[in-house]
């Protein structure tokens, strides 16, 4: 078999055969342990090894939105304590910013710039964007912010509806619009990182419109990382499964999926897999093992997949 088509390097073939095996071993390795948290094991897909970080956040700007709680918040901490990066984070909620701002001043003496928007307001957002650049480069982007919605999609109103789309889908197309096109301008290779979900792969009965924005955050992504590569600039795509937070508990989700189920991962631990995703510029990434192989299951034909998932999710709405 040749090196191309086990996917070493090219220069592989000539190194020794004690080399060769190890790259080839790495190769067929699906996912390797990662770290331990209480009571489990968290693995990786091996390409965290394979393919080391290709940007270092030390000293540079990661804007964050949707950090007041959950998934940003944590990322936020990940990139202030474990990689001494300064932040952006912004949110709607002033004072939970302003409460993050200074534990990681205090705790790590990075720099952290509390921007509070409403990501509705397409006017706020371009204020928050001139606010967000004017003072400083920005070098990572995490476009994290979203909402959500479980139970009957005839009964979601008419101002959840508009909120969810324009939270989830035109702010992030708004920004990332914005931020793609300052980068080419300043000549960056930066960093943009989409927080869709693994609800982007098939349709969700009782979480609809849900699903269907992450569906658009995923191609999106995935389109916008081929427009903008030749510039240098890497988007990606994070899709988590079920995230322990604020959110799945005010969803009511937290009533089929909770802390320590199957899939279910804890934000401060999905944290860790995100802030690796953006530095390693990864095309798309799915947290955790157990989330891989619920994503090869949901690859399976849609007549399988959505019955089954309709009747998981009529399970948590009914206990509303």
Not at 47 to 63: E, K, M, S
Request: hydrophobic fraction near 45%; aromatic fraction near 6%.
């Amino acid at each position: 078999m040749t090196a191309r088509k086990l996917g070493l390097s090219a220069g592989a073939k000539h190194a020794s055969p004690l080399a060769r095996s190890r790259q080839i071993a790495a190769r067929r390795a699906l996912i390797v342990p990662i770290w331990r948290s209480p009571g489990r094991w968290h693995c990786a897909p091996a390409c965290i090894l394979l393919h080391p970080p290709t940007v270092d956040l030390r000293n540079r700007y990661t804007l964050i939105t949707g950090a007041s709680s959950g998934l940003g918040r944590e990322m936020a901490r990940i990139i202030a304590r474990r990689h001494g990066g300064h932040l952006v984070v912004a949110a709607r909620r002033r004072d939970r910013l302003e409460e993050l701002t200074r534990e990681l001043r205090d705790e790590t003496g990075v720099d952290v710039v509390p921007l509070e928007v409403d990501l509705t307001s397409p006017e706020q957002i371009e204020s928050f964007f001139e606010r967000a650049t004017s003072q400083r480069t920005i070098d990572a982007v995490v476009l994290n912010a979203g909402v959500t919605y479980f139970g009957h999609a005839v009964e979601q109103s008419l101002a959840s509806i508009q909120s969810m789309l324009a939270t989830n889908v035109m702010s992030a197309a708004h920004l990332a619009t914005r931020f793609g096109k300052h980068f080419i301008a300043k000549g960056q290779k930066a960093h943009m990182l989409l927080v869709s979900s693994m609800a982007s792969l098939a349709p969700m009965p009782y979480q609809a419109l849900y699903g269907g924005t992450k569906a658009f955050l995923t191609n999106y992504g995935q389109a916008l990382r081929y427009e903008l590569s030749r510039h240098g600039i890497k988007v990606g795509v994070f899709l988590p499964g079920g995230i322990v937070t604020e959110m799945t508990e005010l969803s009511g989700i937290s009533k089929i999926h909770g802390s320590g189920d199957v899939g279910m991962m804890e934000a401060s631990v999905c944290a860790r897999f995100a802030v690796d995703a953006l530095r390693r510029g990864s095309a798309m990434s799915i947290p955790g093992a157990s989330n891989h192989i619920m994503a090869a299951a949901m690859h399976l034909p849609k007549a399988l997949v959505i019955p089954f998932v309709e009747r998981l999710y009529r399970a948590g709405v009914d206990k509303k």
